[in-house]
């Protein structure tokens, strides 16, 4: 059985980091590219950065370039997401996702797996 587990949100003031964790398990996890999304109320589920099986290429989405770092460590079945300069308009909830396979995709629709969701709140 497949379990994404992100734990590391809460709330922050403006300007302030958090770091998000996504523990793996049940699946071959360098297999798999992992990505975060972030849902806001009222608002659709959207990309926010993945990096490849092997650590070795991301993508992010332009909002967040500059401030947030993804990466991971398939010792420890683990893929992070370090936010820095956080702004009231990160407000969402953080979902991690594994597909499987090489290629990194944006597209919600592509990821087989998906954890619980973690909350990040910041406040002006």
């Known amino acids: 059985q497949v379990q994404l587990v992100e734990s590391g949100g809460g709330l922050v003031q403006a300007g302030g980091s958090l770091r998000l964790s996504c523990a793996a398990s049940g699946l071959t996890f360098s297999n798999y590219g992992m990505a975060w999304f972030r849902q806001a109320p009222g608002k659709e589920r959207v990309f926010v950065a993945v990096v490849s099986w092997s650590g070795g290429n991301t993508w992010y989405e332009d909002s967040v370039k500059g401030r947030f770092t993804i990466s991971r460590d398939n010792a420890k079945n683990t893929a992070y997401l370090q936010m820095n300069s956080l702004k009231p308009e990160d407000t969402a909830v953080y979902y991690c996702?594994?597909?499987?396979?090489?290629?990194?995709?944006?597209?919600?629709?592509?990821?087989?797996?998906w954890g619980q969701g973690t909350q990040v709140t910041v406040s002006s």
């Open positions: 996702a594994a597909m499987y396979g090489g290629t990194l995709v944006a597209d919600v629709r592509y990821y087989n797996y």
